[in-house]
T-cell receptor
Framework: DTEVTQTPKHLVMGMTNKKSLKCEQH?????MYWYKQKAKKPPELMFV???????INESVPSRFSPECPNSSLLNLHLHALQPEDSALYLC?????????????FGPGTRLTVT | TQLLEQSPQFLSIQEGENLTVYCNSS?????LQWYRQEPGEGPVLLVT?????EVKKLKRLTFQFGDARKDSSLHITAAQPGDTGLYLC??????????????FGGGTRLMVKP
């Protein structure tokens, strides 16, 4: 099973709202990733968690707050977003360590900020 | 900073034609992954190439990793409308305990017309 699930599939929120995106995998992967993807562009890395600890933050604004409650779950908490934050948010997971381990992506959450 | 240049950016062809997508870099990657992404969905992993000079086939798709592991190509034979999508190459820099970072190419948007 190489499935990564994400909820919700679509989200519309106002600039004063607080919402969360959820991601889950049961492949035993110990690295999980959040990406942001704008239309017709490749995914841009936001955060990496390795062994449930934040290992990489690609200078993402604090209105995005990641959380990794356990080895299978990854959340992205959203607060006071701007319209330019509208995008497809992708979660991915992989094994950890030296080597060419593949990343497996979820279907994404289409976020619209009004 | 590692960069991957992908070409062409956009390709529109008739069903039955052949095509090749290129992914080039001045950097060496430990492996390279190819993904296909349909609108509103997450990227789906097609193949990983690891060894310089490696060739992998997936039905009508042929993937090649350059001898120096700096470039890769994807060749599609007798394209079908179901091949339509965004093709992404992504290089892995080796990986470590912080995760396996992907460097994405800019993507090739393929449209196969019936």
């Amino acid at each position: 099973d190489t499935e990564v699930t994400q909820t919700p599939k679509h989200l519309v929120m106002g600039m004063t709202n607080k919402k969360s995106l959820k991601c889950e995998q049961h492949m035993g992967h110990r690295a999980m990733y959040w990406y942001k993807q704008k239309a017709k562009k490749p995914p841009e890395l936001m955060f990496v968690y390795s062994y449930e600890k934040l290992s990489i933050n690609e200078s993402v604004p604090s209105r995005f707050s990641p959380e990794c409650p356990n080895s299978s779950l990854l959340n992205l908490h959203l607060h006071a977003l701007q319209p330019e934050d509208s995008a497809l948010y992708l979660c991915a997971s992989s094994q950890v360590g030296i080597g060419g381990y593949e990343q497996y992506f979820g279907p994404g959450t289409r976020l619209t900020v009004t | 900073t590692q960069l991957l240049e992908q070409s062409p950016q956009f390709l529109s062809i008739q069903e039955g034609e052949n095509l090749t997508v290129y992914c080039n870099s001045s950097s060496v990657f430990s492996s390279l992954q190819w993904y296909r992404q349909e609108p509103g969905e997450g990227p789906v992993l097609l193949v990983t190439v690891v060894t310089g000079g490696e060739v992998k086939k997936l039905k009508r798709l042929t993937f090649q990793f350059g001898d120096a592991r700096k470039d890769s190509s994807l060749h599609i034979t007798a394209a079908q409308p179901g091949d339509t999508g965004l093709y992404l190459c992504a290089g892995v820099d080796g990986g470590n305990n912080a995760g396996n970072m992907l460097t994405f190419g800019g993507g090739t948007r393929l449209m196969v017309k019936p």
